[in-house]
Every structure is written in C-alpha cells, then in structure tokens.
C-alpha cells in the first residue's frame, strides 16, 4: 500500500463512492477505507433467503439516474441500467379501493434526462378527482407550482452548500416566489398538518401522512420543514417518474466503483481506520486498526459526524460545545423494518380491488383509510409496543420489471413497515417482535392482495434495527435517517450548526455523510457538495477532467 494520498476517505459507503471519482477526475491520487468486506453503505444488494434471488437489504427506491454523477461518469455505460414503470405511487385501502399516480415525467434518454407526460397527469388527476374534486384541483396547482419553480429549488437545495442564516436558501426563496404554493408557514407545520392543509380526503391524507414515514422518518406530529415537506409532497404526488435499477441497489455502487476504479481509485475493504491523525491544527493523514499511518493532503470522512468528531478525533482539540451536541442529536426516527419476501406469484391487488392497473406500482402501500387513527395512534403503539396493531406497509415488486431479481416461477418484493428504537427492548424483545411482525403481515396482506397467503410466500428475509445498525454504525438506534430529519436538524442545522457545512473542525478535514445538510437517502447531495468545497479551497475546476478513464487500471486493480 502507498503510504501517502492527495485524498484519504474514511468509509467507504453510498457518498465515498460518489466523491472518490470526482477527486480521482482532478487528478489526485485517492484511497477509500472501508472496515466492512464491502463497499457501498446502503447501496448494495446480495443474495436473497431462497437460491437465485437478488434482495436490498436497505436502500429499494433510488432515483441515481437523476444524480449529476450519472452523467458525468457515463453511469449508464458502466452497468447501471433503469427501467421507468409508467405507474409511481399507490395504495390500496382496507374497504377495496385504490389510488393510483402515474408519473408526471418521464426518462427519455441514457443521460437521465427527463421530459413532461400529459398523459401520466391526467390519469393521476382523474384518480384523484374519483374521491374528491378540490384534490384533484391542488394536485393541478402543485405540478404547475413544482415544474416552474419548486424542482429547481429543491434540486439546488440538495446539491449546494447550505447558506448562513439570514441568507435565504433555495427552498426559502420560494416563500417569496409569487406562484411556488409554499407559504411561510410550511416551515413550521406538523407533517399530520401539512397533510390536513394540502388535502380534503382521507386518501390522500393518508398517504401523505404515511408516506411521510418512508421519506423522511417523520410522525404525523413531527415537524419536517421545506425540505421534507417538499420532498414527500413530490412523491405522493408522482411528480418525478419511478425508477427501477436493474440488478437491485448495488448496480449503483458496482457502476460507481468502477468509474472510480477507471481513474485510478484504490479501495481498501476490510481495514479498519482507528485515528484521524492531526499535527499543528491540520489532518495530515489516518491511523490504520493496525497501528500503521497513512498520510494524506485531506482527509474527507465519509462517516456520520458523532463517528468522525468523537471517535476517530477523539485525542485531538474539540470544543465542549460541539462535543456536547453530537452527543444529544435526536436518532428516534426512521427505525425500519424491512424484510424481502419470496413468492410464486406476485402480489395480485388487481384481484383484490377490481382495477387492472393495481400493483405494477413500484411505491405502493396498503393499510386502512383512517388518516385520524394514523395521525393519533401509529407511532403511540410503535413506541410502546414496538408494532402498530394495523399495518401500513410500503411494497415493491421489482422483479415485475426487472428479471434479474428472482428465477422463472418467483418473485420478489421488498417491504417496508415501522418499529421502535433499538434500545426500546432487549435482544429477546426483538426476536419476538420479529415473529410479531411475520404473523401480522401473513395475517393482513391477504386482505389487499387476496394471493399473498402462506402457500404464495417461499421465504422472508427480515432487516430490524439490531441488523441494520450492526452493519450500518451511522445508523443509530437502527434509524435509516442518521439522524432525525427533523426541522431543527435540516439543512444548515444538520446535524448541528456549527458543523452542517461539509468542512469541520480542521482546515483539510471535510465531511460528504448522510448525516450532514443534504440529509440521508441515496443519491443526495453531501459528496456533491462536499467536492465543491474541496475544488474551491484547493483551487481546482470541480468540472475538469484531469485524468481521464484508463481501462487498464480495472485490470490492475483486480491484480491487486
């Protein structure tokens, strides 16, 4: 190994991946070191719980082929492919009937460029005009209001640097946007009142409400500011076209490896970082769990900031204060419980609800038309008894559109539902709550989709939060969110103030985390950003192409 790098990044998850090309493009000289046998974080897929079946054991519904990285590393030429459904988001309620959105766009070409359908509109706005008028005419006022003004916003709010308070930042220039629909207000509603003031009908409060769950990690009575508002208010709307990556969340990783690979990347798998090693106020290098140092230009820490600051800089100078609010950042949100489940036949909610459209729905939910019961009990029984008594699950067939996932004769889908923090019950709690959570789910999904009994279901594979945080640390209390995605821990406050703006503590020490400004989710914008910071203190074009892509470095890496 060399003993010294222009750039040293500390995890080697979903953004090291991401911003190790862009490095490698200027024409530094990079190496990621991961402590886990793999690369990725939660962008990753492996072998599902019956032979030939490809499951995500965390990150299902990804959107890369928006990320500005897909098109400048050819992603499509390197293996990551998508399929569009025309279908988005739905869900099917407990008295039979359905909603159905269709997306508003669609992908029309391998760079990930997208192009408005009329059509997917109309279908949605009639769906919705079914149940309740005044519904469709505010989706109407929201995909006008989205497609001239909130998409840009929302997609520079993701992809630059927070700004300082008192500055507006993108999403906050849109409450003096005449014609934007979002009003100052928004910022301080609870996501039960968002959904109460954007719509009349329980459908889609409903949906709002639970959708609001998956997206955000908030609970009806939590507050998740522009940028969640924003984000879930375009998901369950369908403003942006679905998106199925062929081969399971791992393409993305796999695509992004190799473009950094192409540029000269090493990646270090299995080696623990025990130090960020500091001298006269800067980073000069790592401490490897051997006890052997690596030196480095920068080091960008692709961890979560409690980890970066409190552990690995754990013997150098940090103020008090800071010390003291990573310590109290809020992670009782966003606690999953995900499971793959293996059938013969796809989940028929076509049968269930008499519309033949119901279920080739890469997004749907099902549960009970009952936004009060939601908004009032959902995350009372979850927080005290660690399941809600009536599910409202999240699922996803992919292997409809993509047949890679399972052989001739199953499928998979991926599902979702809520549970408690990890520390709300023991090691023997959780394994009872996973057998809850198999007979619940067997016992409720039969009513939504009338196949999906005991002799449908092959196999399930289920990820609770012991699981997911033992393989993801930034994960605490097993939250997919690292970090509540609450208002106050948003934006320029995520995960504190002081820290929020992927520089840190040291001049040369940056962070591209989920747990920072742009907040979690695949695809976001930390590595991003966190690479525009490091062009503009090192003098370099972020956009230039230093060094370009040499297929014989593929052959010397997999030598190594």
């Keep these: 190994m060399t003993d010294h790098f222009d750039a040293v990044i500390v995890g080697g998850g979903h953004h090291a991946t991401i911003i190790a090309p862009y490095l490698a493009r200027a024409g530094l000289s990079v190496a990621v070191f991961e402590a886990r046998t793999h690369l990725g974080g939660g962008a ?30 050819g992603l499509g030429e390197l293996g990551l492919s998508y399929v569009f459904p025309e279908g988005n988001e739905a869900m099917v309620y407990d008295d039979g009937s359905v909603f159905i959105g269709y997306s508003a ?14 059509e997917g509109v109309a279908r949605t706005e009639a769906n919705i005009r079914a149940f309740s008028s005044r519904d469709a005419d505010t989706y109407l006022r929201v995909h006008e209001a989205y497609s001239a003004h909130i998409k840009s916003a929302f997609g520079r709010q993701r992809c630059t640097p927070p700004t300082p308070w008192g500055t507006p930042d993108p999403l906050e220039e849109l409450l003096d946007q ?4 979002i009003e100052p207000v928004h910022q301080f509603m609870t996501m039960r009142q968002l959904a109460y003031d954007m719509f009349e009908s329980d459908e889609l409060r409903t949906l709002f409400m639970r959708a609001g769950v998956t997206s955000t990690g908030c609970y009806p009575d939590d507050v998740p500011g522009l940028q969640g508002f924003i984000h879930n208010l375009a998901l369950v709307l369908s403003l942006e076209p679905a998106a199925i990556a062929i081969g399971g969340t791992g393409a993305i990783t796999s695509a992004l490896v190799k473009a950094g690979t192409l540029r000269g990347v090493q990646y270090f798998t299995g080696v623990r970082v025990d130090e960020i090693v500091q001298e006269n106020g800067k980073a000069t290098g790592i401490r490897l769990a051997d006890g052997s140092f690596v030196g480095a230009g920068i080091v960008v820490s692709d961890l979560g900031l409690p980890q970066t600051v409190l552990q690995l800089l754990r013997h150098g100078e940090v103020a008090e204060r800071i010390r003291h609010r990573l310590r109290n950042v809020v992670y009782d949100r966003g606690q999953l419980v995900w499971a793959n489940v293996v059938s013969y036949e ?19 939910y099902w549960g009970p038309k009952d936004p009060d019961w939601f908004a009032t009990r959902y995350q009372a029984h979850i927080f005290s008894e660690g399941i809600s008594p009536r599910m ?42 996973e057998k809850e959570f198999d007979t619940r789910i067997r016992a409720q999904w039969p009513r939504y989709a009338k196949n999906m009994t005991a002799d449908n279901i092959a196999a399930i594979e289920w990820f609770l939060p012991p699981r997911v945080n033992s393989t993801h640390p930034d994960m ?23 820290l929020a703006g ?23 914008g930390s590595s991003l950003n966190a690479w525009h910071q490091i062009a503009a203190d090192l003098g370099l074009d972020p956009h230039a192409e230093i060094r370009k892509p040499d297929p014989a470095l593929v052959e010397v890496a997999a030598a190594r």
């Design 502 to 524: 992927y520089r840190t503590i040291l001049p040369n020490l940056y962070n591209c985390s989920s747990n920072v400004h742009s907040g979690s989710g695949i695809g976001r």
């Design 392 to 433: 409202l699950m999240l699922s996803s067939t992919d292997s409809q559109w993509d047949t890679t996932r399972a052989p001739q004769g199953q499928h998979i889908t991926g599902i979702e539902e809520f549970t408690a923090p990890i520390r709300f019950f023991d090691d023997q709690g959780w394994a009872a709550l």
């Design 178 to 181: 005449p014609g934007s629909l």
């Design 105 to 118: 766009a669609r992908v029309v070409d391998n760079t990930g460029r997208a192009e408005a359908w009329d």
């Design 346 to 364: 796809a989940p028929d909610y076509a049968g269930t609800t008499g519309v033949a459209e119901a279920g080739v729905q890469p997004r749907l």
């Design 44 to 73: 990753q897929s492996m072998p599902g719980p019956t032979a030939g079946v490809t499951q995500n054991p965390c990150a299902h519904w990804t959107r890369f082929y928006g990320h500005p990285a897909y098109k400048d590393f």
């Design 476 to 498: 605490v209390e097993g939250g997919y969110v690292e970090g509540a995605h609450l208002a106050s821990q948003l934006g320029r406050f995520r995960p504190i103030p002081e």
